[in-house]
C-alpha cells in the first residue's frame, strides 16, 4: 500500500480585502500547491489515515489549519450535501494518535473525561460532516511513560488491525450516549 507524507507549510490565502476566503478560491482554482496537493489525495485515496498527537484535547494547529484549508466547502461539502451525503461519502477516515496520559485519565471518572466526548467534534463535526464513513480510532495511551515491552505490544496490536483495516465498518458518529 502506498505512503503519502504530507508536509504542512503555513500560509494563508488572502482576498483583496485582507479576508482568507478558502471556498472562493477553491472555485476559482487559485490554491496554493499544499492545498491542492491535499485536494487530490483526499480525492483520489480511499482511505484518509490522519496520525497526530492529541494537544490540549484536540489536533494540533497545523492538521487543524489543513483541514480548514483542504476540506472546503466546494470540495468536501456544499449544504445540503453533508453528513452521509457529502462529497467524501465514499472516502474511509482514520485519526491514529497518542495522548499525554493513560487510559485512565480518559474515563468519564477521570479529570480528563471520557475520551469519545473529545473524539465526537472531530469525528462528527469534521470527517462524518464531509461525508468520510469514519473508522473507530487507534489510540496509543501514553505511549512515552509506559515500558519498551508495553509500546511494543501496542505497535503490534495496530499491526495486527492494519492487516484487516480494510474490512472494518465505519463507526455511528451519532451515536445515542453522546445525547445522554
Known sequence: MP????LFIPRTLVDSNGRLNIQENYSERRLISDVKIGL???F??????????????????????????????GF????PKCYDTGFLKNKSALLSFTTGGDTENFSKAEASGDFR??????????????GFKVLAPQISFAPETESEERRREMLS?????????????PINCTPPWYFD
Request: aromatic fraction near 20%; proline fraction near 4%; glycine fraction near 2%.
Open 76 to 79: 468536501a461539502f456544499e449544504f
Open 44 to 73: 483520489t485515496l480511499f482511505m484518509k489515515h490522519f496520525l497526530f498527537p492529541l494537544y490540549w484535547f484536540s489536533v494540533p494547529a497545523i492538521m487543524k489549519g489543513w483541514m480548514d484549508r483542504v476540506l472546503a466547502q
Open 157 to 169: 496490536s495496530w499491526a495486527q488491525r492494519l492487516e484487516t483495516i480494510w474490512e472494518e465498518k
Open 3 to 6: 505512503v503519502i507524507i504530507i
Open 117 to 130: 466526548y473529545l473524539l465526537w467534534p472531530l469525528q462528527h463535526g469534521v470527517m462524518h460532516f464531509c
Open 40 to 42: 487530490i489525495i483526499i
